[in-house]
């Protein structure tokens, strides 16, 4: 069992930023490739970055690319994620997610392959 709790979510103006933080617990928690996804108000929810296990691959939705950066430290066992440029599209509940896989392997976009959800964090940007 994996347990993910989020940290870092708010209200922030539009080209602003913002800091996300995942900690991961339980005893193979460095064994998932971990990211996140956002659901917005009557949305499905959607992948918006992944990482893997090593924490040397990384893939990010096409909205986010250049904007966004994850980064994982296994020796706490902590996601971040770090929101630059933000936009009021971004506008979601961001969730961290957890995916049992390959060693190199990124999460996959797919959220039905998620095996572990955090109970998300509320970004909001303000035009």
């Known amino acids: 069992q994996v347990q993910l709790v989020e940290s870092g979510g708010g209200l922030v103006q539009a080209g602003g930023s913002l800091r996300l933080a995942c900690a991961a617990s339980?005893?193979?928690?460095?064994?998932?490739?971990m990211g996140w996804f956002r659901q917005a108000p009557g949305k499905e929810r959607e992948f918006v970055v992944g990482?893997?296990?090593?924490?040397?691959?990384?893939n990010y939705a096409d909205s986010v690319q250049g904007r966004f950066t994850i980064s994982r430290d296994n020796a706490k066992n902590t996601v971040h994620l770090q929101m630059d440029s933000l936009k009021p599209e971004d506008t979601a509940v961001y969730y961290c997610?957890?995916?049992?896989?390959?060693?190199?392997?990124?999460?996959?976009?797919?959220?039905?392959?998620?095996?572990?959800w955090g109970q998300g964090t509320q970004v909001t940007v303000s035009s």
């Open positions: 997610a957890a995916e049992s896989t390959f060693y190199n392997s990124v999460l996959s976009r797919n959220r039905r392959e998620v095996d572990y």
């Open positions: 339980g005893r193979t928690a460095n064994d998932y490739a």
């Open positions: 990482i893997s296990v090593s924490g040397r691959n990384s």
